[in-house]
């Protein structure tokens, strides 16, 4: 996949764990938890969705990793692509 598709599906599954979130108002390298006030649930049911969408084991130790919706994208190109 091509970083515009994992970007694609990323906002995707943002938008279905969040969809009070505007996508178009992300702050790429912003920490989507504070500018969104997305929950701890919330990010663990982003990474699940974004692991089985992927069939890709997301382990807890890579989460910090995981804090912007950049940093989200690297990690997939980085995984999958």
């Known amino acids: ?31 989507l938890r504070q500018e969104f006030d997305i929950d701890s ?3 663990l049911n982003l990474i699940t969705a974004l692991a089985k969408r992927f069939s890709l084991p997301i382990p807890e130790e890579d989460y910090p990793r995981l804090r912007s919706f950049a940093a989200i ?4 190109v980085e995984k999958v692509a």
Do not use: C, N, S
């Not at 009070?20 to 390298?29: G, L």
């Open 41 to 43: 649930i919330d990010f």
């Open 1 to 31: 996949m091509t970083k515009q598709e994992l970007e694609a599906v990323l906002a995707e599954t943002l938008r279905r764990i969040a969809p009070d979130v505007d996508v178009a108002e992300i702050d790429r390298d912003g920490d």
């Open 73 to 76: 994208v690297d990690y997939l």
